[in-house]
């Protein structure tokens, strides 16, 4: 092939890509002006090593989910946000959630993921034998008068023990929550042998997931 010919061929390609880049900005630009009639809430907790930035978009948007455009919150380790809502169009249930490295900037996971209209959620960020991955799963509130009730959030399988209950309980399942159990004081739980305190800010009659690792209690906060 000629160099006029390749020259062509080039132009012809940066011209095709213009073209799609424009049409994908007036794609996006469109979805932002559209009536918005649906949402969820969304809770975001770093369990992750590192201060970690979450994104969040609908699938229906063509730019990538890494786009400033996207970010919902930037987190120091250990930390929860509050519940932050998240709109979407007609059919936009569908969408994408991401985290990234805050220090970095490195991208480290992302997953799909349906959200349903008025549904809250938690999306987490932690520690799976060294990578920092990301999960996505329903709140489940069942709070009960006098007792606390807490669902357990976990990196890897580790035992869970209530104190003077004599139930066996199953093993934690690293990156899922348990069921959620029944506390009739505050520093009755342990997981992995270490206690897990709730008794500071806690309280009776209310329920909360609560994320830990082998060290112990990581946060946790109101389903």
Known sequence: MSNRQNGIKTLLLAG???GVTA????????????????SAEITYINAADNATTFYLKSRQYL??????????????????SRAIEHKWASSGHKSEFAIEDSTSGENMDEL???LSDNDKYWAIAWMDNGNEVLSVFEKKASNQNDVMRVRVFANQALSLNILDDDANYPNTEAGKATPTYTLQNCSDLYVGGNEIDLCQQGNYGESYLVVVNQ???ISYAPE
């Open 112 to 114: 799909k993921y349906s």
């Open 16 to 18: 095709l890509l213009v």
């Open 63 to 80: 730019k990538s989910v890494y786009h400033r455009d996207f970010v919902t919150t930037n987190l120091p380790v250990g930390q929860v």
């Open 23 to 38: 049409c994908s900005d007036t794609h996006d630009e469109l979805l932002d002006h559209a009536d918005k009639k649906n």
């Open 215 to 217: 060290q112990g209690q």
